[in-house]
């Protein structure tokens, strides 16, 4: 597609449940990064898949979230047994293997965590 | 691993005053730099990066860069804001050895005022 496309883009749940949050890179890009933008925090990187290295899952906050890449191109951030602190913007971004640091962004999911 | 901080969370400017926004990293080895910035409800796109060569580094809309090594910085400048600035800056950082995630400061919210 033309950009990177996130779903939903919003998401109401409650304390406890599972959730899915689906990003759809730029085709062709080898690089894909999940980030959490909560307000006063920044963007706090969670989890960086790089073609078929093993991903750099250094950013994830706890057990409860893990994150998929299938095929090398869609992937699937879950977070299981959400909390309130969850609640934030999860942002997914991609890049070239020809210029890596150029991240184009989706718009995120807003997660809330009720 | 690297870190990033960004000096002010919240600056406010009168059209035409000078900007300059600071960034420190902390890292041992050499990186790459950049500023992003998210505009009110649009994605974060690139401003402007810095990889090697002139460690003064021109981006788009008259912003500007300087990295300078022995403190550690890239703070980001224009000399005469408009209120079109009004948005979130963020600086980012990665190492330049392997396959390195790209490191966000908290941000710093600028808004403008006409």
Known sequence: GAGVSQSPSNKVTEKGKDVELRCDPISGHTALYWYRQSLGQGLEFLIYFQGNSAPDKSGLPSDRFSAERTGGSVSTLTIQRTQQEDSAVYLCASSSLASVEKLFFGSGTQLSVL | ?114
């Open chain 2, 1 to 114: 691993a690297q870190s990033v901080s960004q000096h002010n969370h919240h600056v406010i400017l009168s059209e035409a005053a000078s900007l300059e926004l600071g960034c420190n990293y902390s890292y041992g080895g050499t990186v790459n730099l950049f500023w992003y910035v998210q505009y009110p409800g649009q994605h974060l796109q690139l401003l402007l990066k810095y990889f090697s060569g002139d460690p003064l580094v021109k981006g788009i809309k008259g912003f500007e860069a300087e990295f300078i090594k022995s403190k550690f910085s890239f703070n980001l400048r224009k000399p005469s804001v408009q209120w079109s600035d009004t948005a979130e800056y963020f600086c980012a950082v990665n190492a330049k050895t392997g396959y390195s995630t790209l490191t966000f400061g908290k941000g710093t919210m600028l808004l403008v005022s006409p």
